[in-house]
């Protein structure tokens, strides 16, 4: 998990940046909350709400071809609601209010994910990589060799046998 308290100052520095913006939510992809700055909103819902508003813009932009999801803006008659790719692991929720500079708000959500995409990708786990599965060549052996061992794929037991 990246660095909670530099999540939450990349947060808090965006506020001061941008006046207009009434609250801030770092999430990862899944809808897990990572850093907020939300008040009066509860930030587990809007994480859960971003990431399924998330799953369908990046079917809509698949379906038009139109490339990787890299923002997504609603506007209600109170205000916007900004989201913004924060590198493979996350995204940036902003939350505005309706007199915000757009233009604006897209600038410094857009240098504020990217900050928090590499706070983000840095910190998380690399993919774990599965073993490679190897199989050795059963070979005839001799009374005398002894026993032959064969290696078989994971979570199979290797049998030993003796040839005669």
Do not use: C, F, K, W
Request: hydrophobic share 40%; proline share 7%.
């Amino acid at each position: 998990m990246a660095d909670q308290p530099a999540l939450l100052e990349e947060l808090h520095r965006l506020r001061a940046r941008v006046p207009q913006l009434t609250g801030a939510l770092a999430a990862s992809v899944d809808g897990l909350v990572l850093a907020h700055d939300t008040p009066g909103v509860e930030p587990e819902g809007l994480a859960a709400l971003t990431a399924a508003a998330l799953g369908v813009a990046i079917r809509t932009t698949d379906a038009t071809g139109r490339g990787e999801l890299r923002e997504l803006l609603l506007r209600g008659h109170l205000g916007y609601v900004a989201t913004y790719a924060a590198g493979a692991h996350a995204v940036l929720t902003l939350l505005a209010q309706d007199r915000v500079n757009v233009g604006r708000l897209h600038l410094e959500g857009r240098r504020a994910g990217a900050r928090i995409g590499e706070l983000v990708d840095t910190a998380a786990p690399a993919p774990a990589r599965p073993a490679p599965r190897t199989r050795t060549a059963r070979t005839a052996a001799s009374p005398a060799a002894g026993p032959t061992t064969t290696t078989t794929p994971r979570g199979t037991t290797p049998r030993t046998t003796t040839e005669s």
